[in-house]
């Protein structure tokens, strides 16, 4: 199926071209038919000589009902361009090619009615140079009489013909179908229509009424008046549906695939200035067309100028977005306007459909800069240059192609950025241990939020290899929950063979002065760990004494219980000697220390598998240990 809408002045005989080639009536209120003009959008098909079907949406002429006609003219691919030859070119003509060219169509027929009253040749000769310097091009023209029925059958060749140059879209691109008629059936309930575009709609599938995102599932879809089991775009169709009243749906609401569309009320857009070279002048509210959709939108100006204006546009109703679709920005009062040249219908370009906010001076211009550089339908690159880290159903959603793999989980980052942020952490991690160097390292939160990530995942990634060396040549690595320079990790763990030195030395002095003499003061009695008093003596807490241990310098066996390195080992080997169980007292007495230093000592050995606690206040050492020699 194609489908083709109607454009050209009130009363040059669109819908009478459309009876002619159909045989149906596109007039459906009682009140068109009585005034002979078109109000409302009308619906009729043929089948073109080739066999194919072809769909025509008649729309109205006058400009009180510009709504309706754009509502007609946004979602078709092609316009079959009507002119009267005695009448030539009109006022609602320039409007409705300004409104073709706005959206971006390209593919399109002119036909000069009424052929039978007037010389169709000025006609053909002005529309067809109209139409040329617009998006249109060079059009084929044909002139008929939908009265005699003259030039009939060359106009249904060249529709043919305009049918077979149009571009196949994707049956398996995600639904948006822009809702242009909803009524109810006696025994089917609620149904709507619309121009499907692209995708394939079926019975059974469960589509998202936006905006307010209502699930609702389509119970039957008809095609040209007959039931089909799946319809692809480009089409017009009807679905009965099921889970929505009959009064919910409306014009210019949408049907869309869930999780494929931004649905937005914010977006950055590329303006079509115009060929005369001029700015517009922009006033601050217009009205925004895409699809059957109409909705107000506020526009601040980025940046920019002929042929491109770059803008942000704030809109009223949140509509379903992609990058590179076309919308319409009119000015009602510019076209009403006696003798007014100025602004009436330009297009736009979506170019972000979820634009990231424009708080510092100077903001505005430097997107304008950055979006003058984008192509004409971005990529996924484009969008993550700009936003520098997105999730990748996020990025599906504005419909960019070619996104790259995720870096983690499913967070895309601009490989830049990502680079950035890897040479960022270890000076990150260095400034954090440099104004804590007590500290156990860098909480990967704390990281997040230095590096202003949105997610702990992203962290874990970033030390993934390839990770950039810090200058003392170690990188960043995950300890237990903490974020540690590597080089300081095997300076820690050097200190049991003699590196204890340098793990010293990275602590405050007053630290380092403390341990010493804790050292001093074990090494005649090794288990005779110093009592509180003497470590605030010493003027060491718990957060010292931790740092200590991490860097091998004692060994903690309880949060205020320290004791030298290796002292575990040498509790071992005197333990071993003992009779095997042996009771606390009896540790007690061959460590030679208090209850206080013993009772822990023994469970940090339990905890390291050197002993096994039995019932009864009784210890054994386990297998391996028990033959460890003085």
Do not use: C
């Amino acid at each position: 199926m194609h489908v083709v809408a109607t454009a050209g002045h009130v009363d040059h005989g669109k819908s009478t071209l459309v009876r002619a080639l159909t045989g149906m009536e596109p007039d459906r209120w009682a009140e068109e038919r009585r005034r002979g003009m078109t109000i409302d959008l009308g619906y009729a098909w043929m089948t073109l000589p080739d066999g194919d079907q072809l769909a025509f949406v008649d729309v109205p002429g006058h400009e009180r009902f510009v709504p309706n006609t754009l509502a007609g003219l946004g979602p078709v691919p092609a316009v079959m361009f009507v002119v009267a030859a005695d009448g030539g070119w009109m006022p609602q003509s320039a409007e409705h090619l300004a409104a073709v060219a706005a959206l971006g169509v390209r593919h399109g027929l002119l036909v000069v009615t009424r052929a039978d009253l007037a010389d169709p040749a000025e006609a053909l000769r002005s529309a067809s140079a109209e139409l040329a310097a617009t998006s249109l091009g060079n059009v084929e023209a044909v002139a008929v009489s939908g009265v005699t029925g003259a030039g009939l059958d060359e106009l249904r060749a060249a529709l043919a013909r305009l049918a077979a140059s149009l571009p196949s879209p994707d049956p398996a691109a995600p639904v948006r179908l822009w809702i242009d008629r909803s009524f109810t059936i006696r025994g089917s309930g609620t149904v709507v229509t619309g121009t499907l575009p692209a995708g394939t709609v079926r019975p059974g599938q469960e589509l998202l009424l936006t905006p307010s995102l209502q699930p609702v599932r389509v119970r039957a879809v008809q095609a040209l008046g007959e039931p089909s089991e799946q319809v692809s775009g480009v089409a017009r169709v009807a679905l009965n549906l099921r889970g929505v009243p009959p009064d919910v749906p409306q014009r210019g609401m949408a049907l869309v695939t869930a999780g494929r569309w931004t649905l937005t009320a914010a977006l950055d857009v590329r303006i079509t200035a115009g060929a005369a070279g001029t700015t517009p002048n922009f006033p601050p509210e217009l009205l925004l067309h895409i699809g059957s959709a109409r909705t107000q939108a506020r526009l601040r100006v980025l940046g920019g100028g002929p042929p491109h204006v770059y803008a942000r546009l704030h809109l009223r109703d949140a509509l379903p977005l992609h990058v590179g679709d076309r919308v319409l920005l009119r000015d009602p009062g510019a076209a009403g306007a006696p003798g007014a040249r100025g602004l009436a219908i330009v297009g736009a370009t979506v170019l972000d459909p979820a634009p990231p906010p424009l708080g510092r001076r100077g903001a505005a211009a430097a997107a304008a800069r950055e979006l003058a550089a984008w192509p004409t339908v971005p990529a996924a690159a484009d969008l993550l240059r700009r936003h520098r880290l997105l999730r990748a159903g996020t990025v599906a959603a504005t419909g960019a192609a070619e996104p790259p793999a995720p870096v983690a989980g499913d967070w895309l980052a601009d490989p830049a950025h990502w680079d950035r942020l890897r040479a960022e952490l270890p000076a990150t991690v260095a400034a954090f241990m440099d104004k804590d160097p007590l500290a156990q390292g860098m909480p990967v939160e704390a990281a997040r939020a230095a590096l202003r990530l949105p997610s702990r995942d992203l962290v874990v990634a970033l030390l993934a290899p390839p990770a950039p060396a810090v200058e003392a040549g170690g990188g960043v690595v995950l300890d237990g929950g903490y974020l540690r320079i590597g080089a300081a990790l095997a300076a820690a763990g050097s200190a049991a063979t003699g590196g204890a030195g340098a793990v010293a030395g990275s602590l405050p002095p007053r630290v380092a002065r403390g341990i010493r003499a804790i050292l001093d003061d074990l090494a005649g009695q090794p288990f005779d760990a110093p009592d509180s008093a003497r470590l605030r003596e010493l003027g060491l807490d718990g957060k010292a004494l931790a740092a200590a241990a991490r860097g091998g310098l004692l060994l903690r066996v309880a949060d205020l219980v320290v004791l030298a390195p290796g002292a575990d080992k040498e509790a071992a080997r005197l333990l071993a000697r003992l009779p095997q169980p042996f009771t606390t007292s009896q540790a007690r007495q061959a460590l030679r220390t208090s209850r206080r230093v013993a009772i822990p000592l023994l469970e940090y050995l339990d905890r390291a598998r050197v002993t096994e606690r039995l019932p009864g206040d009784l210890r054994r050492l386990r297998p391996g240990h028990e033959d460890t020699q003085p």
